[in-house]
């Protein structure tokens, strides 16, 4: 009996290094960075058909370079139908977040907001709709208007909020998937 | 509120002294007779307790019981033919175990040593700060993590994370700067994480051990600010069957835990003992007093198994266990940007409510831990007592994030991290050399960690640790000079990706560790312990390569890859005062560390799609930190008792001269308890309440954290007990409330007070029972 238990005591001793260990000498490299690496506001004139954009890019997600970011430049007195596209150009090929969106929009919703020096010369409204009830803005579409006046520089507040797991609202919601400002120039 | 808590301690006094009018109960006296040099029971040893006039003799497992001497002084004389008589004086106040080790008269130069690692008693004869949670306090306390099993001790605060996840703080200090002994193996999991609890079932071992203060010499390097020791439960030396369970119910978050063990002495294999032994819990949402806090519910499900083999001259031991946990993380705190956590720092309640459920959703931590251990320990003729413990333990721990991208749920975890470790310890407690005793060891410790997550908060490593020490004792008539030193190198490789190849980086880090100890028994009744050490630690690996948003405090925290080690020198005194009403147990304690690593504030945030986030870069400064924790108990008379205890700390950054960021708050905790008599066959009945006072931190740097320290509170609990008995069975019943008066509060330390309060009242049921106990 002794023995039996001596033998048992001994497989344990040996079998105890022999169980398998992960290898940490080959880390993998299987990351998912931040999706969104850059968000470009497409506006069109609405009597001109000119099309102006802007960009937030952050090509290699949060930490590192730093993201860069092109001014918005605006004529006074206009009306322009505005959209906003989402890209994550860190995979190839590119891919388009838009549609991942457009099928959530029941919970996301954009915020748009002029700060600063042009506040009281830009006025935005969403134009998209969800199927809650009642319905509510998305905010993939817009209208954007400047008043006369100017020239004036001020910031565009871009929020996205997302609502998980609570209903959507009119106001933002507890998390916020983008925040960002686009500085804005009305001449 | 503070008249009502008044009220009710009036109450309590009133209803002790006027039930102090019954007869003067006697009191219980139980202990063990051990041979010092290989620590097995000594059978048929002499045991009489002079004044009482009254002995008896130990039996096979060398214990004895008086079960009813009268309070007061007693001298105990300890006999055995081969061994040193023992005489020790004693001051019985209330049931008491004592354990006595004989010296054989060859090596006899010292007389005897008390001990008993569970037992507050034997406390008198360490140099060092040492709380401890003895057998009866654990009962008391089933269905608690580790952390708040030793929440009530005094140098003891809590770390929290929500409901379920509380990480213990010794004087300050916490997470990689204290050591987790389990099965007397060091614990090896991701203990740099605030947010990651001890992996450890409180309930596995017979009691709780914290040396509070720097510890390294016997712990290796990570016990610069303290050790927390699950003492192991001895496996049985006697035939028969043992016994317990204990179930419990708390309210507050309908949580149900059952907790129990059985051992044995094989009939059939002879000299073989077992233990069984297991934990479970399963808890829903928890509630503030003013909402409920939507996703905090948790499951746990731990066993261990021991077999031994028994010899004369030592035992052969193997323990399997595993600790397995789902812990929900409170749906509030889940932010994505600085913007949002201001909005629910503003906000009167969490932004996000649910009904109560048992459900655990996303954000969620899945941990598993697995331990093996080998034991072997053996008496070596004229060398002493030799001690192996091999052990392999793998901790693997998933974090799933909510930060779901539009809507996608993540089905792969954030942090997916499996740690593995082969530890080797070697100990001889060598027989005395002159006039010293002691012990001298070797440990060697190889880990692999391996990060499979979306994210990569720390990268792959290997690391190499070897350690060895030495520990030696002097001892005379009441003074007792304990020295030691230790030895430690610490290789460390780190892989990351780079492209298509890895990038290895090696670091070695080695350093010397001392102690000195001098414990004084001045009086009987009193004694002075203090100690003088040096202690230091490496960076660990968040400190070097975190490079990312910390979800839930929504900070973008980056390491240094040269950071050096820290390095502290303390000096901490203990005055300890047991006589026959009066308990009194009182350490202040200074502790400077050199390059004390912790997150700065950099000017310029971090600039990510999710907005700006403030910046904090891992930083070395010299700090120092001093402070006071004690408890004093005073047996009034025999059926009322008061208590108090409380502890201080303060820190501060030398250069600078600013508190430290994240000190607990001072705190004292007051204790009413009376027994009541014995009545409707009840016996053993009483009623407790307790008042916890925690002030204001009002020493903290401005401008670095997004709130400031919440205002102090005080919370009253009550509890009353009783044994029932159904013939021979015995069963405890405890029925307590935490929080009576539902007080809404927010701690300093608890790590969503940004986001909610602490959870309000909850009534709690304990009952327990044994079986085969004598």
Redesign the interface.
Known sequence: MRNSFFILMTTILFVLPACKEKDPTAPSDDIEHEVITSVTLVLRDSVTSAVRTASWRDADGPGGAAPVADTLFLAAGRTYLGSILLLNESVTPTDTLNVEIEEQANQHQFFYTPTGGISSLVGIERTDRDTNTPSLPVGLQFKLRTSGGGPSTGGLGIVLSHYDGIPKTATPGPESDIDIVLVTRVQ | MRSFVVAVVGLIMAAGSWLSAQPTATVRLTGTVRDSATSLPLDGASVFVAHARTGVLTDTEGRFVFPSLQPGRHEVVVRMMGYAEVRRTIVLAKPTQLDIFLVQVSIAVRGVTITGTVDKSGLMGSHRAISVVGADDLHRLSGQTLGETLEHLPGVTLISTGPSIMKPVIRGLHSQRIVLLNADIRQEGQQWGAEHAPEIDPFAGAGIEVVKGPASVEFGAEAIGGVVRIVPRELRRTQGHEAELHISFFSNNAQGAVSGWMEGHADV????AWRLQGSARRAGDARAPAYGLANTGFSEVDGSFTIG?LFEAGE?S?LLSRFSTDLGIF??S????V??LR??IVSSRP??E?PFSYDI?MPKQVIRHDL?T?RARSLIEGLGSLDLR?G?Q?NHRQEYD???????I?T?PAFDL?L?S?TADLRLMHLPVGPFTGTIGLSGTRQ?????G???LI????AHNVGAFAIEEWSDDGLRVTTGVRLDWRQL?I???SGSA?E?MAKTYANVSGAVGVQWQFDPTWSLGTNIGTAWRPPSLNELYS???HHGSAQ?E?GDPTLGNERSGSLDVTLRHIAEMVHVDVSVFVNRIDGFIALFPTPDP??????A?PTFRYRQDDVVMHGLDGSAEWHVNTVLRLGLSGSLVRGSIVSTRLPMLFLPGDRARFIVHAKLPERWGLTGSYVEATVIGVRHQGRYPSSVDYANPPPGYVLLDLETGTHLHWGEQVVEVTLSTQNVLNTTYRDYLSRFRYFSDDPGRSFVVRVSTSWGRH
């Open positions: 294999l002879s000299d073989v083999y052969v193997a749906q509030g889940h932010i994505g940007n913007t949002d909005r629910a932004l996000v649910r959703r093996v080998l091999l392999r793998e909510a930060l779901r991208i539009f809507g996608q993540q792969r499996t593995t082969y692999g960690n391996v990060s499979e979306t994210t990569r990268p792959n490593f290997r490789d892989y990351r990706p890895v290895r490079d990312g948003v973008y980056i971090t600039l990510t799609v999710r907005g986030f």
